[in-house]
C-alpha cells in the first residue's frame, strides 16, 4: 500500500511541479513532511543538501517524478515546441514566471528553519554565523557573481572555523 502512496504523492508533486526542482520544494515538504509524515523536516533538509550536490536536476535526484508524470512532460515539450510562438502561450508563461518566483522564495522560506539556522535562544552563536552565511552567499554568488561552488567550500569552511 505504501508504494501506491508513493506513486501518487511523486504523481501529484510531478503533475504540478511548474518551475522546476527549486519550485517544487515547498510541495514536495507539504507532501513529505507535513502531509504524510514520511519524513523530518531534519531528514528533508538533508535530502534536498544531497540533492544539491550531486550532479543533476535538484527534482530528479529528489526522486519527484514518477512515471507517468514523464510521459506529460514529453507531451508538453511536444505542444510547447509546436505552439510557444502564439499569443496565449506567451500569456499563459508571462503569468506563471511570477507564481515560480513565489515557489521558490516559499522553498527558500521552508530551508529557513530551527535546524538549518538554530535559535537565537537556543544557540545564538549558530543562529548569527548561519545568517552571515546566509547574506555572504546570496551576496557572493547574486552580485559579486562568486562560482557557486566555490562559496560552498567558503562556506563549509567558514563552519568548520566557526562552529565546531
Known sequence: ???????ITFF???????????????????????SHHWLSTAEFTDIVA???????PIGINSA???????ILMILISKM??????????QSVFTGLRPAVVGLLAAATLLLCNEENFSTPKE????????????????????YLKINP????????????????
Open 123 to 142: 544557540n545564538p552563536w549558530q543562529f548569527f554565523i548561519s545568517c552571515a552565511l546566509l547574506i555572504a552567499t546570496a551576496v557572493g554568488t547574486g
Open 12 to 34: 501529484k508533486i510531478g503533475l504540478f511541479g511548474f518551475g522546476g526542482g527549486y519550485g517544487m520544494l515547498s510541495l514536495i515538504q507539504h507532501e513529505t513532511v507535513e
Open 80 to 89: 510547447f515546441m509546436k505552439y510557444m510562438k502564439t499569443s496565449l502561450v
Open 1 to 7: 500500500m505504501i508504494f501506491l502512496s508513493l506513486f
Open 64 to 70: 519527484t517524478y514518477c512515471g507517468p508524470s514523464l
Open 50 to 56: 544531497i540533492s544539491q550536490m550531486t550532479p543533476g
Open 149 to 164: 561552488i566555490r562559496m560552498i567550500c567558503y562556506a563549509g569552511i567558514a563552519g568548520l572555523l566557526l562552529l565546531y
